[in-house]
């Protein structure tokens, strides 16, 4: 089935570039220029991904991502001119999947798209399900419970979750959880693995099985 993925930039130059490559790959790609309109697609269709450009009139790509967010967990590719590290943690804390710099290249661009749906389809392991005490994570319903009550994750903390439950006890560094989780370097560095985590640890409260290994990383232990 065709993947739609949904353009979110006021900048036509660099919307209908990215509408060609992503066409060229087998996508249907659809453009809008401000976030109002990109919500309003959002309830009337179905997208399997949103490029979505911090720099927006209006309401910015933050409060449009946060929006997308509460309703919805459509995996978001942020766009955007800013390169200050505030920037990129507060697209991640507004529940972003990746952040792309402008200027960019096209290509990459459409192969993090790939793989942000990749990861999303839940392709590797499915049907698995991994559970520690009262939380239960299916990676075939891309589904996290506690005690039978749903919560809400986006894609990447669902993977990180599932790194750490498929390791139980086993302390896993940040380079390693970027390269399980975003498939190897990624523009935030280690730092956006402590943002994922700090929002996991928040959405799972005291049910959080998540602990620090200083000077390491990341553990599920009791």
Not at 147 to 155: A, G, I, M, S, Y
Request: proline content about 4%; charged content about 30%; glycine content about 8%.
């Amino acid at each position: 089935m065709t993947k739609r993925v949904l353009i979110v930039e006021d900048e036509f130059n660099i919307a209908d570039l990215l509408k060609a490559y992503l066409e060229r790959d087998g996508f249907e790609a659809m453009w809008v220029r401000s976030g109002e309109q990109a919500l309003d697609e959002l309830g009337r269709q179905s997208i399997d991904l949103i490029v979505l450009d911090i720099g927006l009139p209006g309401i910015d790509g933050f409060e449009v991502c946060r929006q997308v967010r509460a309703r919805a967990s459509v995996p978001i590719l942020m766009l955007t001119a800013r390169e200050d590290e505030i920037d990129r943690v507060a697209g991640l804390e507004s529940g972003a999947d990746d952040y792309v710099v402008k200027p960019f290249s096209p290509r990459e661009l459409v192969a993090r798209v790939k793989a942000i749906l990749r990861r999303a389809g839940g392709a590797s392991d499915p049907g698995v399900v991994l559970r520690w005490e009262s939380i239960e994570l299916r990676r075939d319903a891309r589904e996290v419970t506690i005690d039978d009550n749903p919560v809400e994750l986006t894609n990447r903390e669902f993977d990180l979750l599932g790194a750490l439950l498929a390791h139980p006890n086993i302390a896993l560094s940040r380079d390693r959880l970027l390269e399980l989780v975003w498939g190897g370097e990624y523009p935030g560095g280690t730092r956006t693995v402590d943002v994922h985590v700090a929002q996991l640890r928040r959405k799972l409260g005291e049910a959080s099985p998540i602990r620090t290994v200083h000077g390491v990383g990341y553990k599920v232990a009791e």
